[in-house]
């Protein structure tokens, strides 16, 4: 078989799987390593320890699958369908597009070992490596190398006919693929994704401040969110759409996913933030199986829907936020406390009070900080 016959096979066969965009690039150095090397020094990584982790694997793929060639690059849409109308009787959270159904690890991991398969069976004797979203891979440098976007000012990959509702998966192989052709920049003077974000997270084209962005502090951060954050996180309990909602290319091009593992579960689209903020460790495990929202554990998605439940402001919160002060995790309690003093009310200050007999430091520290909030507002 040719080269040329057996590229074509590959893409084919990639997208027979349900991939698309799907292209090829060279198993070469990351073109960016300059560039995420200084973004790791600038402490945009954040808490995120294994980004600087295995740095010669994550600079050269040779290093992850020895005499590799080829690195095959595919994307498969997540848009779900548009989210129903709110109600306006319940405080309800939001969840990023992707986390709504089923963990994309597992959906994308296994179609690719069966791509891996086939340019197996196309290429005897062939090597590779399957990766989605982990290992030493700066995966959106060598998916933009192949063909499938261009890096957005948010940083996000934006395919030019489908947007940046898509993940990233990709399959190291020693065989000898066609590569495709990068594609240019289209954003031109557009600026709307960095000014839409409420924490400020892209303080310039093309660079992340991890530790300033909601996905971040609602997912990989795993202690208290720093306090002058809060406010600008909103509703959001798990990651946040923001940036990618207002790109032009979104709003011209992307359409809802067909995949079926991919469609918003029951009450992820806008969640009951109360009902979140009760759920016990069973209750957790049971409604996040197989979603990646597990990936947050209890207590930071509890932090999360605490501060939500703040942000909004409603007095009928109070009564779910008094007993999170006493649940079994330290973070959801200061947190809870947080939301009370945010809340204020008569209420709200009887729960704080009640609680100051409490023995970890930090929750002291914020159920003090909350009363003296609460009690200013009502004055």
């Known amino acids: 078989m040719t080269r040329l016959k057996r590229t074509e096979a590959v893409k084919t066969a990639a997208r027979d799987l349900g991939f698309d965009p799907v292209g090829v690039a060279p198993a070469l150095p990351p073109e960016h390593w300059p ?9 945009h990584a954040g808490e995120m320890a294994w ?3 295995n740095g010669e694997r994550r600079q050269d793929p040779t ?21 129903p109308k709110e109600s306006p009787d319940r405080a309800s959270g939001r969840i990023s597009r992707y986390a ?27 090597e590779g490596r399957v990766y989605v979203d982990t290992g030493p891979v700066l995966e959106r440098d060598h998916a933009a190398r192949a063909g499938l976007g261009w890096f957005g000012k948010h940083t996000n990959l934006i395919h030019l006919e489908k947007g940046s509702w898509f993940f990233l998966g990709e399959i190291i192989v020693t065989t000898d693929l066609i590569p495709d052709a990068p594609v240019t920049d ?8 960095m000014d839409a974000c409420p924490t400020n997270a892209i303080p310039a084209p093309y660079v992340l401040d ?7 502090l609602t997912i990989e951060l795993r202690g208290p969110i720093p306090d002058d954050l809060r406010p600008g996180m909103g509703r959001w ?34 969640p009951d933030l109360q009902e979140l903020l009760g759920l016990d460790p069973e209750a957790f ?32 919160s109070v009564p779910a936020l008094a007993k999170a002060l006493g649940d079994q995790e330290p973070l959801v309690r200061g947190h809870a406390a947080w939301a009370l003093g945010e809340i204020g009310g008569e209420a709200a200050v009887a729960a704080l009070r009640e609680a100051e007999g409490e023995e970890d430091e930090d929750v002291k520290l914020e159920i003090g900080k909350a009363l003296g909030k609460a009690m200013t507002s009502d004055e």
């Not at 089923?102 to 062939?126: C, F, N, P, T, W």
């Not at 289209?186 to 994704?193: A, S, V």
């Not at 991890?210 to 971040?216: E, F, G, K, L, V």
């Not at 923001?242 to 032009?248: A, K």
């Open 210 to 216: 991890s530790t300033r962005c909601i996905s971040y």
């Open 186 to 193: 289209h954003c031109g003077t557009c600026r709307l994704c």
């Open 35 to 43: 560039f995420f090397e200084k973004w790791l020094s600038d402490g």
């Open 285 to 316: 495990s049971r409604r996040f199986r197989k979603s990646p929202i597990k990936r947050t554990k209890r207590r930071g998605l509890l932090r999360n829907a605490a501060v939500a439940l703040g942000n909004l402001k409603r007095p009928e």
């Open 51 to 53: 980004l600087s982790r």
């Open 100 to 126: 709504r159904g089923d963990d994309y690890h597992d959906v994308m991991k296994s179609r690719l070992m069966e791509l891996l398969r086939l340019i197996q069976e196309l290429d005897l004797g062939a």
């Open 237 to 270: 309990v798990y990651g946040c759409d923001l940036c990618q909602e207002v790109c032009p290319w979104n709003q011209k091009h992307a359409h809802p996913t067909a995949e079926p593992a991919f469609q918003s579960r029951d009450g992820f689209e806008a």
């Open 63 to 83: 290093q992850i699958v020895p005499g590799a060639r080829s690195i095959v690059c595919v994307g498969m849409n997540y848009e779900p369908p548009e989210s």
